[in-house]
């Protein structure tokens, strides 16, 4: 039975389904839930409709442990009898800040070249550094432009990212 993951956004998306596929999880969909607010709504919608196991992984937007502790109330609430089929993965303070603490850490995991400039750039707007080695397909699915062979085992381990690790035991479990 297929397990979703659903993000925030499209490069969120690209990301998240690049890294899994390295990790070599199977019968996962990676689905762009078009920001926070529809992540968690659409994350209800399939969880009651396919009954099915939803994780949802979305930026947390703030290191305050209240704030954190508050969206994580929120999220139980909205989904009221899919709770138990439904599970709330918050990236503190932005999916890219807890990937990718620097851009040796986005340069190892997926074997791109950087230049200088984007080093530099990377600590200031990973985001936007992040999105150049990304494209838009027709389908409107972002993918990584190219990498090298991921390292399949490292990927396993979730590239000793806790949050990376955390989701694939999570989309693992049957």
């Known amino acids: 039975m297929t397990t979703f993951l659903v993000v925030e956004g499209p490069s969120d998306a690209a990301v998240m389904r690049t890294l899994i596929t390295a990790a070599e999880i199977d019968d996962i969909a990676v689905i762009s839930g ?73 340069v190892k995991i997926f074997k791109v070249a950087i230049t200088e400039r984007q080093r530099q750039k990377f600590a200031a707007d990973r985001r936007r550094v992040i999105r150049t080695y990304f494209t838009t397909s027709d389908d409107g699915q972002s993918r990584v432009k190219s990498h090298g062979k991921m390292d399949v085992q490292a990927a396993r381990d979730g590239f000793g990212r806790p949050l990376l690790t955390e989701i694939f035991a999570y989309l693992r479990a049957t």
């Open 34 to 106: 078009q920001g926070k607010s529809s992540a968690m709504s659409l994350a209800k919608s399939l969880a009651v409709s396919r009954a099915a196991r939803v994780a949802v992984l979305v930026d947390a937007d703030t290191r305050d442990p209240r704030q954190i502790d508050e969206q994580r109330r929120t999220f139980r609430d909205l989904q009221g009898s899919a709770v138990e089929l439904t599970r709330l993965f918050l990236a503190v303070p932005t999916l890219e800040e807890e990937l990718f603490p620097d851009a040796e850490t986005f």
